[in-house]
């Protein structure tokens, strides 16, 4: 337990109304205050007003921001404390909790998650990096800019994203595997233009992923090799597949030797432009924008409340 007690805000996914991690919030805050921290907790109605009141918290420098949830929760929180000094801490109990995965984070365990974040906070938070996206809003036209912590994908996996998003049963995981047997019906590739570092390239693609982190969608890992701490970007591109060829690669992403077929490629950059007609891009399994987006990765933007490597 740390010597000292922190002035800590604790920010609750406000979808967790529902299935085992409704409890979750209210026992990290208790946990907390029982081992002596000052804990404020955030429960809003809806992710943009959980964003305003977490950075009007945040601006008053507490020791942590701690948010409760999975990796939407993980991009909220790095949205308000990227490019500062606030640590975030994780306790993941989201579908995916992919960020916690990539970072040692128990995410299928909360008591052992607290457990490791109240050790963390007792020393030097860890410094990784974090991805920040500038893209046009379609509705007003402005040029805005988003953090994400883990993998920004446009592809694919983001045409499913768009189905499941629209679909409401089932709820969990489930209804990403529905979607994704319905888009596999129509897969077809995407055409693209990819800037790496002021290297362009046009190609079709059937996915491409810029990985900060290892995984996405549950422990999928599309850039296995990936490091949050080396100033640069795994930027995965899947030339295209038949559906049968698609079929057999794809249960290879869960331990990552998708990378050795040969329509399998992984370059590392640090500045990425995205064009497409057809692609929307996601980060941290959120929903971001049509393509075109700029990406670049800002080296040592985020202090993370998890074990040291």
Request: charged share 20%.
């Amino acid at each position: 337990m740390p010597t000292k007690p922190k002035r800590i805000v604790v920010a609750i996914n406000p979808t967790a109304s529902f299935g085992k991690s409704v409890n979750v919030g209210p026992a990290v805050v208790a946990t907390l205050r029982a081992v002596g921290h000052d804990v404020t907790s955030l429960q809003e109605p809806d992710f943009e007003q959980l964003l305003a009141v977490g950075r009007k918290a945040v601006a008053s420098k507490p020791d942590a921001l701690v948010v409760v949830g999975g990796d939407g929760m993980v991009n909220l929180g790095t949205n308000i404390v990227a490019g500062t000094r606030v640590p975030l801490g994780i306790i993941p109990s989201g579908t995916g909790n992919d960020m916690a995965r990539g970072l040692g984070i128990p995410f299928d365990n909360t008591e052992a998650a607290i457990e490791v974040l109240i050790q963390a906070l007792g020393r030097p938070a860890r410094v990784i990096d974090a991805g920040r996206i500038s893209y046009v809003n379609v509705e007003n036209g402005d040029v805005e800019e988003r953090w994400f912590a883990c993998i920004v994908s446009a592809g694919f996996d983001s045409v499913v994203n768009e189905r499941a998003n629209r679909m409401r049963h089932p709820k969990g995981a489930s209804r990403y595997t529905i979607a994704l047997g319905l888009e596999l019906v129509r897969l077809k590739p995407i055409p693209y233009r990819i800037i790496l570092d002021g290297v362009m390239q046009e190609t079709k693609a059937m996915l491409v992923s810029v990985g900060n982190n290892v995984s996405l969608g549950g422990g999928m890992k599309v850039t296995p090799d990936a490091l949050v701490d080396d100033g640069l970007f795994d930027v995965l591109v899947v030339a295209p597949l038949s559906r049968l060829a698609f079929v057999r690669i794809f249960p290879r992403v869960f331990t990552g030797m998708h990378v050795t077929d040969r329509r399998v490629t992984i370059t590392r950059a640090k500045r990425i432009r995205l064009e497409s007609d057809v692609a929307v891009a996601y980060a941290d399994g959120e929903r971001i924008s049509p393509l075109p987006v700029d990406i670049e990765v800002v080296p040592g933007a985020l202090r993370i409340l998890a074990p040291h490597p």
